[in-house]
């Protein structure tokens, strides 16, 4: 049994926003299908921490779920900025199992026990050169954090956190999720969000703060799910 991650898989079998005209997207869904399959056991877990699709309806996303529920292992899922068509926690597990798909969780507000560990995260929020920051929503968002890790914390395990948008970015600090997470004495962070090989330079991969950052965005790991946790 394996805990693997990967963001930012942006799919769209049920819409029309193809990722293939961008650089490094070229015939992206039968990769990930490939390597997912080559990869995740039926016995293993993946956190997709984002960006899960294009629909901006839940009832588009049949598609995106289809192909997702037949590849192996339980899947949790993280809000990313543009899932748009994540209404509610209740609504999107109602459909779900009106679908009949049996693999999907999600973590929102919420943490998942896994081996030594529990698994915790929130959507986050931006952290980008010349991007206003909404404080309204910053705040809303360390706020869903803390619960997710207030969670994990009641389960006396280790956290791992995953977020879609990156806590800290070349020399910059999204202050109050970072201070969040040093509360909470998280020691390792997984985040997705970014894109393209001009963004990439400015990632954070390795340890700040005493936290082990690792960017998981699918095209960076050349759609290749990562293992977290044998």
């Given at each position: 049994?394996?805990?693997?991650?990967?963001?930012?898989?942006?799919?769209?079998?049920?819409?029309?926003?193809?990722?293939?005209?961008?650089?490094?997207?070229?015939?992206?869904?039968?990769?990930?299908?490939?390597?997912w399959k080559k990869t995740v056991q039926p016995q293993d877990t993946i956190l997709l921490a984002g960006d899960i699709s294009w629909a901006l309806k839940l009832e588009e996303t049949k598609a995106d779920f289809d192909f997702l529920e037949a590849l192996p292992g339980?899947?949790?899922?993280?809000?990313?900025?543009?899932?748009?068509?994540?209404?509610?926690?209740?609504?999107?597990?109602?459909?779900?199992?009106?679908?009949?798909?049996?693999?999907?969780?999600?973590?929102?507000?919420?943490?998942?026990?896994?081996?030594?560990?529990?698994?915790?995260?929130?959507?986050?929020?931006?952290?980008?050169?010349?991007?206003?920051?909404?404080k309204k929503i910053l705040d809303r968002e360390a706020g869903r954090l803390r619960m997710s890790l207030e969670a994990g914390r009641q389960t006396g395990k280790q956290p791992i956190v995953f977020l879609h948008y990156p806590p800290v970015y070349a020399s910059l600090r999204c202050d109050e999720i970072m201070e969040v997470l040093l509360e909470y004495g998280v020691?390792?962070?997984?985040?997705?969000?970014?894109?393209?090989?001009?963004t990439f330079r400015g990632a954070v991969n390795g340890t700040r703060e005493g936290i082990a950052f690792t960017l998981i965005s699918a095209d960076y790991l050349r759609f290749q799910p990562k293992l977290v946790e044998p």
């Open positions: 049994m394996s805990l693997y991650v990967l963001g930012d898989p942006h799919l769209s079998l049920g819409s029309e926003k193809p990722m293939d005209i961008f650089s490094g997207w070229d015939g992206y869904v039968s990769l990930l299908e490939e390597n339980k899947k949790i899922l993280l809000k990313g900025n543009h899932d748009l068509w994540w209404s509610t926690k209740s609504k999107v597990e109602r459909f779900w199992t009106q679908q009949g798909y049996t693999s999907f969780s999600l973590l929102f507000n919420n943490a998942y026990e896994y081996g030594d560990y529990c698994l915790c995260g929130s959507r986050g929020w931006i952290n980008e050169p010349g991007v206003p920051q909404d020691k390792r962070c997984y985040y997705g969000h970014l894109h393209g090989r001009d």
